[in-house]
């Protein structure tokens, strides 16, 4: 193994295990020495590869940055409609935050009222559901009449309030509460000839209709996931 190959993972390691810690503790209580430990490395390995805490901080957030955007390349890519794509990049967004310790951490940290990052997930979030809707509107797909200022700010609240929920109940982040959301939600934006073509569950899974909902599954919301 090569001198930049170790050091490759060295990094990678420090920002996972600092991701870990993040998302335990919050920034202002994270300490280094636990990131450190948790990689397996002394403390100053890790000040080799970042000056301070701040720093492993910011790599956490770009790395999260970068999963969330190569998810909603993938959905975009493979795009049939403005709307489908909003509704599986909202699943794909969850499916990450569900699995994805780096991107659960990238997410706390972004609303981290304790420290001022360069990126704002949350705000990339808004910018991908504005631009989708404006581009469902150019399709015809959106009823009309319906703000897309108002919509915009719905779906964002809502999708990110399943992230923090999702925190202390991953069931948040399941395909059932997304599922059930878009259910709620789509037949009150989309025009019925869109609204046919539109699959809640997600374009890449089996569509679940709602009265086939568990009932352990989480409340759905009766008023009110990527590319950027």
Known sequence: MTKQVRAERTRHALIRSAAAVFEQYGYAQARLTLIAAGAGVSTGALHFHFENKAAVAAAVEAEASHAVRAASRGVYRRKNTALQALTDTSHALADLLRRDTVTRAGFRL??????????????????????????????GSLVPGVPRADLAATIVAATTGFEVLGRRNSEWLSRYSLTGFWQLLLPRLATPDALTRLDPAGADSLAVPARSLPDHAPPRLANPALRF
Do not use: F, I, K, M
Request: net charge negative.
């Open 110 to 139: 972004s609303d981290d009222a304790t420290r001022s990052g360069e990126v704002d997930l949350r705000r990339q979030w808004q910018d991908c559901v504005q631009q989708l809707l404006t581009e469902a509107a150019g399709e």
